[in-house]
């Protein structure tokens, strides 16, 4: 992955201004991403407020920004629908209920994602191979890609069709413009963040050259929005006195909401994992399981359709300086200033210079690397790679690191499965020594049975684990039948350098190990089936 920015030390200014770029490129993803789930763009909005200002408080990842985002919103419009469905079905039909199935669905979501914090769940991110990473970033950049793409339209009589003309032209010129700004301007001085000039100097030339350019206003409208005016969130009673709260209801958003919370929870995280490594430095992803759940429980009462870390916005945040929690803090926090009093001017920022500074996280988020490395990394890394890309494209995130990460697993027990040896050697009295190498697991089983021959062995036979490792019960359970099989053919069987955890299972399950199995200083000191206590930093 190339270099996107350098190491910068935390300073109030670059937070508050990287802040205020994201407040800015966050309406028009807040609105879109409500769009898709079907509901109000306010609900969008507020999500991105409460669950924005929450997390950069008491999240695990100072710097990364959180709110409303697609990956959960294409799960949230089939709730939305369906709980519209119940409504018109209950007794006393109930119009728009699905909202109110929303806001149930991102509460409940948002205790899962406490509970993984508070059983440390959050570490197992660290099990993510390097290239699923990769292929997460790329994926997610086409995605971005994507979506900028269905700005390049127009309404007209509620028709939607792409620009063409001299309207394309516009268009792309203030595209082009922006990012000419933001790959030039930090060139020049890095004092103010390029986005944030690139979006004002776009702005000041579309309004004052009276170009026929798309605006934020005109895209909220478009979509059939009234505007961005509102009023602070308010609590929703409804919650109480028109859902009905019984085991039906559980039944219907406990499925959707371990879908959101898992989601939430793997693309904050691999986020997390992102900024990390662009900043140097290191989050705590069990505390932000903890922050994204306790934003998520406020939103859900507040009227926000929930949300988790958002990669373009904490890239831009980054990349214009934004180190500190303050960054998120002013984010948010300008983002309800927008809401409340400078609705009319957001609106007429030219949604040409939002997607120009998309452009430039797209550029910036792809591993332009992975092409360079694609011939030179085993085949079925480059295989996971590409496959985490075209899924995340294709599906969602979620798929896309499962796939990843079961493919990894399975290709890494397959290797090692094949690694397992024994070289064979006969003491001065006869005795039949099997040295094993290699790790004893359940994919190496088969090929550790088949190294030995009892029916031709010498009636003594010793089996030296000294340079193997017993990793799992399938590989005790492969020594105990061995044992037996020699036992059958009436032949003395000793086993040395077990682990202890190994010898230890084998003596409880039966005491004739406690003859087979012999003790000595140089027994291997490793564990099976335990994990190591990781400390979280």
Not at 40 to 60: H, N, R
Not at 274 to 300: H, M
Request: proline share 3%; net charge neutral.
């Amino acid at each position: 992955m190339i270099e996107l920015i350098r190491k910068k030390s935390i300073n109030s200014k670059d937070d508050i201004l990287s802040g205020l770029t994201v407040a800015l490129a966050l309406v028009p993803e807040a609105v879109a991403f409500a769009f898709v789930a079907g509901v109000d763009p306010l609900v969008g909005l507020y999500a991105a407020f409460m669950i924005g200002l929450i997390t950069s408080v008491l999240g695990g990842r100072p710097g990364m920004i959180s709110g409303a985002t697609g990956a959960l919103a294409v799960v949230m419009v089939t709730l939305v629908a369906q709980g519209n469905e119940r409504g018109l079905l209950m007794e006393n039909p109930v119009e728009n209920l699905g909202l109110l199935y929303l806001f149930a669905t991102v509460i409940l979501m948002g205790f899962i994602q406490i509970g993984a914090g508070v059983f440390r769940l959050g570490k197992f991110v660290r099990l993510i191979p390097h290239p699923v990473m990769m292929g997460f970033v790329n994926g997610l950049a086409i995605v971005i890609f994507k979506s900028q793409l269905g700005l390049f339209t127009k309404t007209e009589n509620g028709v939607t069709s792409y620009l063409t003309g001299i309207d394309l032209f516009t268009m792309l010129g203030l595209v082009a413009l922006t990012m000419v700004i933001m790959y030039f301007l930090p060139k020049l001085t890095k004092k103010i963040p390029a986005a944030l000039a690139a979006i004002i100097v776009v702005s000041v030339v579309a309004i004052f050259g009276e170009l026929n350019v798309g605006t934020v206003g005109s895209f909220i409208r478009d979509g059939g929005g009234a505007g961005l005016k509102g009023g602070l969130p308010t609590f929703q009673s409804e919650l109480f006195s028109v859902l009905p709260f019984n085991l039906d209801t559980l039944k219907f958003i406990l499925p959707y909401a371990l879908i959101l919370a898992a989601i939430g929870l793997i693309e904050s995280l691999m986020t997390l994992n992102l900024i990390d490594e662009i900043t140097e430095t290191r989050g705590r992803s069990n505390k932000e399981c903890v922050a994204q759940g306790t934003a998520n429980i406020v939103t859900g009462f507040f009227g926000g359709m929930g949300g988790c870390a958002m990669i373009g916005q904490s890239i831009i945040n980054v990349d214009s300086g934004g180190r500190g929690r303050l960054s998120g803090i002013v984010a948010a926090i300008a983002l309800l200033c927008f809401i409340l009093f400078a609705s009319s001017y957001i609106e007429m920022i030219p949604m040409a210079a939002l997607v120009g500074v998309m452009f430039m996280v797209v550029i910036g988020t792809f591993a332009w690397s992975s092409f360079r490395v694609l011939n030179k990394i085993p085949k079925s890394d480059a295989f996971v790679l590409i496959a985490v890309s075209a899924l995340t494209v294709i599906f969602d995130l979620a798929i896309a690191v499962f796939a990843g990460v079961i493919i990894s697993a399975l290709v890494f027990a397959w290797e090692n499965a094949k690694r397992i040896r024994a070289r064979k050697r006969f003491k001065e009295d006869g005795t039949k020594v099997y040295e094993i190498w290699g790790p004893l697991f359940f994919g190496s089983i088969s090929d550790f049975n088949s190294k030995f021959d009892a029916k031709n062995d010498p009636d003594s036979v010793e089996i030296d684990f000294i340079e193997s490792r017993v990793s799992d019960y399938s590989g005790v359970e492969a020594i105990t039948n061995l044992v037996d099989k020699y036992e059958g053919q009436g032949k003395l069987l000793k086993l040395i350098h077990l682990s202890e955890d190994c010898k230890e299972i084998l003596k409880k399950a039966s005491p004739k190990f406690n003859e087979i199995i012999i003790d000595d200083v140089d027994d291997p000191r490793y564990y099976v089936v335990a994990g190591e206590n990781v400390e979280e930093f």
